[in-house]
Structures are given as structure tokens and as C-alpha cells.
């Protein structure tokens, strides 16, 4: 791996390294960030499976400045990780080594990957997913806010699922801890999940700040996002895209919500509310109806007024079934022929196989709707903004 580190080195500098290299063996590479690199690794004495993110602090690649940010920002990462690990839905941060060159975080294997590989893989998830994938991610979100923690950086490529399906939020690398009444004006994040505000507070000097509303959002881009199988803001210029936030311009487009519920789209509404006051915290979001649908307990007890319930529940399905039924159109060739989009299950076939064949393609695209999910470093949103700004002024 890292090719100037080898086990046996005796620079003093870096005992951190020598340390980690003792310990574990690295193996192929995971994952990338901007300035790290992920590898599966083997705890040698126990065989334990683990993933070691490697964060490179060098100062042939970096300015000086450059170079305390990143030492800064990492030792911040280990700070909040080592704070709420612990949490089933949190990554845990198992060692932590620091060499002068490289810093090393080593975490429970996340084997199933990205949840964005996962979505783009599915092309979009059902409801019920949905609301676990939900639910555990604003329970996390949730944990966080009450130790005053803000992420800053939710997306589906740093939320990972472990061998089980489960999912875990990582990449703390833009968290930080507020003080009571402390606001935020630092513009970071990525692009197609910046809160409203997170805009404003950079264009305007005279805003008060963000504070941990700013995750909600986030979060309530992703739920879209996982539902429409595409981003809720997005435009090929990315300068319209973040004027598109601002406004808090979205639409519930058909054909990908027709068939979702009003609940579902209620919550998102709520989530995306330009308004940061306005918008539901991960408490409220937690006691939406939306998550009260399918509890468990529900099927359990089988009280006579639930039994009344699920009777008449079972009655207005049937009937629904039988009319959607008698109301079906016939599948002919000749449907199928002109417009095979029209179909449900012959889009979800198309994009199903379309992701198949482009998915990697999508990653890297610049064209792509999907792909707003992956672009852009912060460095690029400082230049779109300072033209948006330009323009306004204008
Ligand atoms: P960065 O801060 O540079 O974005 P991340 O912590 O997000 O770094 O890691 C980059 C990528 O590495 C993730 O998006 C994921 O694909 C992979 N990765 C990170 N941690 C793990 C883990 N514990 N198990 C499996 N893959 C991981
Ligand atoms: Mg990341």
C-alpha cells in the first residue's frame, strides 16, 4: 500500500505508522475521499476483518495551510467519532494512529459498501425501505443533535450498510461540536445537500448563521432521493442548481411519485422547508405518521378494535385491487412497442438495466441527473456562488 511506509521503519516521526503497521495488514482499497484513501485490512493477531481509513498530511501535495486544515479537521473527526461511537447506527471508530505523513482511522468493515451504490444499483427503494433507512439515519441524526454534534455532510455515499443490511452514518470529516448558542457561517458540505441557509449565510454577511437544522435538510434530500431514484435539486449549471435551493424549488414529478403516498410526501415537505425555524427536527421528524405506519407491535396485538381495523382495511383493499384490476389496460405488443416508459414495471425493468450498463459511467458523469449525487468539492460551489453573486449584483 502507502509506499513510503514500510513495517521496520526507525524515523521516529513515524512510530504512529510503524504502530498501525504492526498491528494490521492492509489490503486493497475500499473507498476514496478528497484527501483519504480507504483499504480493507486484517487485524494480524486476531484475522478480524477491518477497513483503515488513511489520510495523507504531506506538504509535497498540499499548501502549508492546506496541511493544518486537514490535521486540524482529522483530529476534530476523531474527536466526534470517539465521541458518539457506540451509537448501532454511527460507524465505530476501533484505533487511531498519527504519523508525521499520514493519520490512520481504523473502523468496523462496512462490506456491503455505499448506500448510493446500493441505490443506484435498486434505482429507487420501496417505502418500507425507505422508512428503516429513514428511521435509523434520523435516530443517529437525532443522537448527534443532543450532544450538540452537526454533520454536515450527509449523503447517501457517507451512510455504509454492514453485512446485515443495516445502516451506519461515517465520514465525520466536516462535523463539529457547537457550544450552547454557537452559529456556523463556514461554507462546507456538498453541493446538491446544502441547506438553504448554509448559501445565504456565505452571500450575506449580515446573516445570523446556520446551526444543526441544516442536517434535516440533508436528510430530507437523501429521503427523496432514495424514493425518485434522482436528486431534488439539480441543474446542469450548477449556479441554477443552488438558486434552485435557495428558493427551495422542487417538484414530486410524474411519473416517479405517482404511486407515493401523501404521508411520504408530507415529510419530505417538512424536511425541505427553506425556513430553518420551520423545518422538523430529528425528534419530529422521528414522530411523523410516516413512521408509525407497519410497527411491528401492530400485528402482534390483536385487540377487538384492531381486529375491526385490519377486517375493514382488508375489505377497502380488495376492493381497491378489483377495480384497479377491472380499469388495467391489456399489455399489448403494440403498447409495448410505443411506449414502453408508460408501463410501470417496464420502467422500472429499462432503468434497472440502464443502471446496470452505466452506473459507473454515471459516477463520473457531469451530464447526468444522477450524477449530482456524486459532483463537486466545496471549491467548486465558492466559485459558482461568488458568480451567482455577480450576477445578482448585476
Ligand atoms: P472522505 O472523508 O474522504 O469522503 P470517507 O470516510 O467518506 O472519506 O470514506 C470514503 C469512502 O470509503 C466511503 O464513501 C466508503 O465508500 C468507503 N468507506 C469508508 N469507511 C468504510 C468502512 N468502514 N467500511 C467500508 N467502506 C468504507
Ligand atoms: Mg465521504
Not at 505508522?17 to 483519504?36: H, L, M, N, T
Not at 460551489?381 to 453573486?389: G, N, R
Request: proline letters at 4%; hydrophobic letters at 40%.
Amino acid at each position: 500500500m502507502t509506499r513510503d511506509l514500510q513495517l521496520g521503519d526507525e524515523l521516529p516521526d513515524w512510530a504512529g505508522a510503524k504502530e498501525f503497521y504492526q498491528k494490521y495488514d492492509p489490503k486493497e482499497v475500499i473507498g476514496r475521499g478528497v484527501s483519504s484513501v480507504v483499504r480493507r485490512c486484517v487485524h494480524r493477531q486476531t484475522g478480524q476483518e477491518l477497513a483503515v481509513k488513511i489520510i495523507e498530511i504531506t506538504a509535497e501535495k498540499m499548501t502549508e495551510q492546506q496541511l493544518e486544515e486537514v490535521k486540524s479537521s482529522t483530529l476534530k473527526e476523531i474527536h466526534v467519532l470517539k465521541t458518539v461511537s457506540g451509537h448501532p447506527s454511527i460507524i465505530t471508530l476501533i484505533d487511531s494512529y498519527e504519523s508525521a505523513t499520514f493519520i490512520f482511522l481504523v473502523f468496523d468493515l462496512m462490506r456491503r459498501g455505499e448506500l448510493f451504490d446500493y441505490l443506484t444499483q435498486k434505482v429507487t427503494l420501496s417505502e418500507k425501505e425507505t422508512r428503516s433507512i429513514m428511521r435509523a439515519l434520523l435516530q443517529a441524526v437525532q443522537y448527534l443533535h443532543s450532544l450538540r454534534i452537526i454533520h454536515r455532510d450527509l449523503k447517501p455515499e457517507n451512510i455504509l450498510l454492514d453485512d446485515n443490511g443495516h445502516i451506519k452514518l461515517s465520514d465525520f470529516g466536516f462535523s463539529c461540536q457547537l457550544v450552547p448558542g454557537q452559529r456556523l457561517r463556514e461554507l462546507c458540505g456538498t453541493p446538491g445537500y446544502l441547506a438553504p441557509e448554509i448559501l445565504k449565510c456565505s452571500m450575506d454577511e449580515t446573516h445570523p448563521g446556520y446551526g444543526q437544522e441544516v442536517d434535516l435538510w440533508a436528510c430530507g434530500v437523501i429521503m427523496f432521493t432514495l424514493l425518485a431514484g434522482s436528486p431534488p435539486f439539480w441543474h446542469r449549471k450548477q449556479m441554477l442548481m443552488l438558486r434552485m435551493i435557495m428558493e427551495g424549488r422542487y417538484q414530486f414529478g410524474s411519473p416517479e411519485w405517482d404511486d407515493r403516498s401523501d404521508t411520504i410526501k408530507d415529510l419530505i415537505s417538512r424536511l425541505l422547508e427553506v425556513e430553518p425555524a420551520k423545518r422538523l427536527t430529528a425528534d419530529q421528524a422521528l414522530a411523523h405518521h410516516f413512521f408509525r405506519q407497519y410497527e411491528p407491535e401492530e400485528v402482534r396485538s390483536f385487540s377487538p378494535y384492531r381486529k375491526f381495523r385490519v377486517l375493514i382495511l382488508t375489505v377497502l383493499a380488495s376492493i381497491r385491487v378489483y377495480t384497479r384490476y377491472r380499469r388495467a389496460r391489456p399489455l399489448t405488443r403494440d403498447i409495448l412497442t410505443r411506449d414502453p416508459y408508460s408501463l410501470r414495471g417496464v420502467r422500472r425493468l429499462i432503468d434497472a438495466c440502464a443502471f446496470r450498463i452505466y452506473g459507473h459511467w454515471v459516477k463520473k458523469g457531469e451530464q447526468q441527473n444522477r450524477a449530482a449525487l456524486f459532483q463537486n468539492s466545496p471549491k467548486i460551489v465558492l466559485l459558482e456562488l461568488a458568480s451567482l453573486e455577480e450576477e445578482e449584483a448585476d
